[in-house]
């Protein structure tokens, strides 16, 4: 029970990489406030969370609306009394070939992505402030040995990527850890290219050294309660690929 007592923020968790780390982080004995758009599958999360033994609230949030942010912290604080880690998630993902991506799906990918990151890390500042841990979610699409169709996509993740380091920097003297995951897991995004292009897929599992996708809890999830324990208490300030080997970040 690494994380006993911890409550924690996971934005997006109705499902896939969100609903992973939510459950490993009440495996660890954190209280899990579970966000998201779609209420249902936050009670569904909750309620395996509460199969376990776990403690979990549900909250409605729109990630790109700023009031809805801020209203979200405010009833996590309300019902837990406090916060100590924050995931950012959740985001809309613009991916297409530079000339296929609209300014729409472009400015989506980055008020979902790099300014609700930066929102949700400034309304939990004060919170997190002497024992606070945020986990940002990047991507090693940046990193990609082809990275045709996937520009946009990683232009906002390196964005969170650059303000992660700043608020590592930052905030780290204030007792604030800040660091990102690469990760590569069986969200249902993944799982659908891997049926729709089943021939890249089969190239994409053969570039990772491990031959396998990542599970979204077992992989992932438990990274991030391991980051976010004592004994990553000096970790700050970087991103790491949780990726089986693929990206080799340096």
């Not at 604080?77 to 472009?106: M, R, S």
């Not at 992989?219 to 990553?232: T, Y």
Request: proline share 4%; net charge negative; glycine share 12%.
């Amino acid at each position: 029970m690494m994380l006993k007592d911890k409550v924690a923020l996971v934005t997006g968790a109705g499902q896939g990489v969100g609903q992973g780390i939510a459950l490993a982080l009440a495996a660890e004995g954190a209280r899990v406030a579970v966000t998201g758009r779609t209420e249902s599958k936050l009670e569904t999360t909750c309620e395996l969370i509460r199969e376990r033994g776990g403690d979990a609230l549900p909250v409605v949030c729109q990630v790109k609306d700023e009031a809805s942010l801020a209203n979200c912290v405010e009833a996590v604080v309300d019902h837990f009394g406090g916060l100590q880690i924050l995931v950012n998630n959740a985001q809309e993902v613009p991916l297409g070939e530079l000339h296929q991506v609209t300014d729409k799906a472009f400015i989506a990918g980055f008020e979902s992505g790099p300014l609700a990151t930066m929102r949700m890390m400034k309304l939990c500042y004060p919170h997190l402030k002497g024992d606070g841990c945020i986990i940002n979610l990047g991507s090693s699409s940046a990193k990609r040995w082809d990275i045709n169709g996937f520009g946009a996509y990683a232009a906002t993740k390196e964005a969170i990527r650059a303000l992660s380091r700043a608020a590592a920097c930052e905030w780290g003297p204030e007792g604030i850890r800040t660091n990102v995951i690469l990760p590569h897991a069986k969200s249902p995004g993944l799982e659908w290219w891997t049926r729709e292009y089943p021939e890249q897929a089969e190239e994409f599992i053969q570039s990772i050294p491990q031959r396998r996708i990542g599970e979204c809890e077992e992989d992932i999830g438990r990274f991030v309660a391991l980051l976010c324990s004592e004994g990553s208490s000096y970790i700050n300030g970087q991103s790491i690929a949780v990726d089986g080997g693929q990206s080799l970040i340096g």
